[in-house]
């Protein structure tokens, strides 16, 4: 049997999830407030608008970006998640893409201390999404009694955001408190190409063998 869990809406009552401010923020200016909770906290669309929440909160505060025009900065996803992902990949000792980087798109001069924040809050900001991310993985296998097997994961920031894929790795190992190499986790999670492409195959291929065989077929939007 195929299941779709829809599990974007995890939490939609928002009584477990540890959501911060930015997240509140984002759910009330959504088109659709109150729904795909969990969505918001992981996917790739809300990534680079977490960062700007972030860098805005520290301005107004008076952390970082004193005495500049931070106009631009307070467009709602004018960093998408291109952003936090080139940022993290910046491996020169004076984080010199970023500085470049905030520069030419938001007409920001940033200080050595300042590119080190933003730096820090990326690493963050992705680890926090890859391990969220994984709680929904290690529920169902939790709930179906799963100990072992592959777990195929589609999407572009799983498949291209710098570190991601290692960082849900390790947040399945302390979940499942795995001591064994990492090549020997039970349970893997593997890159997938058009996971719903792939799964509508599957789906249509049972839902044939059930009519051949002369049983019922229920469908069930």
Same mark, same amino acid.
Request: glycine residues 6%.
């Given at each position: 049997m195929? !299941?779709?869990?829809? #599990?974007?809406?995890?939490?939609?009552?928002?009584?477990?999830? $540890? +959501?911060? /401010?930015y997240d509140v923020i984002i759910d009330e200016e959504s088109p +659709? $407030?109150? =729904? =795909?909770? #969990?969505? /918001?906290? !992981?996917?790739g669309y809300y990534l680079g608008e977490v960062l700007r929440l972030i860098l805005l909160d520290f301005h107004e505060s008076g952390v970082i970006f004193q005495n500049q025009d931070v106009s631009k900065l307070k467009i709602p996803f004018i960093m998408d998640t291109s952003y936090p992902s080139r940022i993290e990949q910046d491996a020169f000792e004076n984080l010199c893409i970023v500085d470049e980087l905030f520069k030419q798109d938001l007409h920001i001069d940033t200080t050595e201390a300042e590119r080190e924040i933003i730096h820090r809050l990326c690493i963050l900001i992705g680890t926090r999404a890859a391990r969220l991310s994984i709680c929904g993985v290690a529920a169902i296998c939790k709930k179906m009694g799963y100990t072992s097997g592959n777990c195929a994961s589609d999407g572009s920031v799983f498949n291209k955001y710098p570190g991601f894929q290692k960082r849900a790795t390790l947040g399945l190992k302390d979940v499942f408190g795995w001591s064994c190499?990492? /090549?020997d986790y039970p349970i893997k999670l593997t890159a997938a190409e058009d996971g719903s492409g792939v799964g509508a195959t599957v789906i249509a291929c049972l839902t044939e063998k059930r009519i051949k065989a002369g049983k019922s077929v229920g469908i069930k939007a």
């Open positions: 195929a !299941i779709n869990c829809e #599990y974007g809406a995890f939490d939609n009552e928002n009584s477990v999830l $540890p +959501r911060t /401010k +659709r $407030p109150g =729904q =795909q909770c #969990y969505e /918001k906290m !992981i996917a190499h990492e /090549k």
